[in-house]
Every structure is written in C-alpha cells, then in structure tokens.
C-alpha cells in the first residue's frame, strides 16, 4: 500500500496557553478529498493553520509527501506543494484578479515524494483557472476588494492554484456564499480530485461535503470524536446528531 499524501500523529496546538488540539491523527491519500468537520470551535481551522505552521505552539508529527514538516516554517511548507485557501479569504483587494493570481506563482511541479512516480503535476495558469472560473475571466482587471464575496472566493482558490500545489487545504469553503457559488466550489473540487489533488476540506455543510468527500473525521472539543466513509456518516443520524447538530 502506497504511503499517504500527509499523515498526522499525535498533533497538538496551543494558542498561547490554552490547547486547543489534543493528540489528533489523520490522513490524506493521493487523489481523496477528506472532510474534517465539526460544531464552530470544534478545533478545525486550528488543524489547518497547524499544518501550514502558523500556530503559537505545535506538536506531533505532521508528514507531506514523506517528508517531515512539523518543524519547518509556512513558506517552505508552501513550496513543498501544500497550498492553502483561508476560510478569511486574505485576497490582495487593491490588486487586480490577475495582480493576485501572479502573486500566488510558484513553478511546475512533479509527482516526486516518497513512493511517486515522477510523473509532471497538474500544472495551472491564468487561463486554465478562467476555464475553471468563468467569472474570474470577466474581470481580470477589477480589484479584490469590488468582487462580491462569492468572487473573492473563488479568486482565493484560483490564487492557491497558482502555486500548483500537490494537496490543498480548504478551510470553510461554503460559508458565507451564494448556493450558485457553492455548486460552483463543489464541482471545482471534484475537478481538482480528477486532477489528482488531494484535498482536505474543513466543512460544517453535510451536503457539501458528502458531495465532493471520500472520508470524513469528525472533531469535537479538538479531539477526533469519530472516523468513517462519508457515506456511512450520511447514514448515520446519531452521529449527525451528537456531533454536527447545534
């Protein structure tokens, strides 16, 4: 069996001296969306900021591609191929969609880690994200802070793309937008997973996330309270009830 995109053991983190995580442990394959979902303050933003290295304090093992990354820094973290799109969206809004996508570039890639086989990696430009995002096309000299916040999102993930990462992290992609735009999120991210991306999803919205998602952990507390297909999760009401529901 192939090694794992990334594999989490025993991760914690700590704003300052309040934990915030306790010991959780995951994975991601290549080419699976995994949807991490949970209540608000369940711990899961915490998770993705932890795996770019943006917490106070951290510890466990965090692996990309075979490589251990739990000590590096977010910009070598970023280079190695894993990108990252923020549920804030933290667009440029006085620069340009295509301003902000050339601020995302990073160069071609290949499926080079442990146990990959050295093929080329997807590898996206301005006018392939347009295919991707008609409506990033039709303004492509309007500044970040006019576009509606649907259209923010979207350029967010058009920038991440930019950098041609191996796996993303898509932190809340379906808050705050229009249901258009979430049909349009969702069937960019089963592009993306045909693509070969691996995907890790922080979502509350059950319907988004069995639409694009293979497997789901669910958090509670900053603990990983139950693990499974996300078909067997949409099947499950007692679960939906004790972990999802407010």
């Known amino acids: ?38 209540r608000n303050g369940a711990g899961k933003t915490t998770t993705m900021r932890s795996l770019m290295g943006l917490m106070d304090r951290r510890s466990g093992s965090v692996v990309f591609r075979g490589r251990d990354i739990s000590r590096l820094p ?30 995302g570039r990073q160069p071609p890639r290949r ?44 350029l967010t993930v058009a920038r991440t793309l930019m950098g041609n990462p191996l796996l993303v992290l898509l932190d809340e992609p379906s808050e705050g937008v229009a249901p258009l735009i979430v049909e349009q999120m969702a069937n960019t991210i089963i592009e993306l997973k045909k693509q070969g991306l691996s995907i890790l999803l922080s979502e509350q919205n059950l319907h988004f996330a069995e639409l694009v998602s293979d497997r789901v952990y669910l958090l509670e507390k900053g603990h990983i309270a139950w693990q499974g297909g996300m078909k067997e999760l949409v099947g499950n009401e007692e679960v939906q009830r004790t972990f999802l529901t407010m």
């Open 74 to 103: 977010p910009f070598r973290i970023a280079r190695l191929g894993l990108g990252w799109v923020p549920e804030d969206r933290r667009i440029f809004t006085e620069l340009s969609v295509m301003d902000n996508l050339d601020i």
């Open 1 to 38: 069996m192939s090694a794992p995109m990334l594999a989490v053991e025993k991760l914690c983190a700590w704003y300052s001296a309040a934990q915030i995580l306790f010991d959780i442990s995951f994975t991601v394959g290549r080419g699976e969306v995994v949807a991490l979902m949970g």
């Open 111 to 154: 499926w080079d880690g442990e146990n990959e086989d050295g093929t080329a990696a997807p590898v996206w430009t301005p006018e392939r994200l347009f295919g991707l995002f008609p409506n990033l096309g039709e303004m492509r000299d309007r500044a970040g802070g006019s576009m509606s916040g649907g259209e923010q999102q979207m």
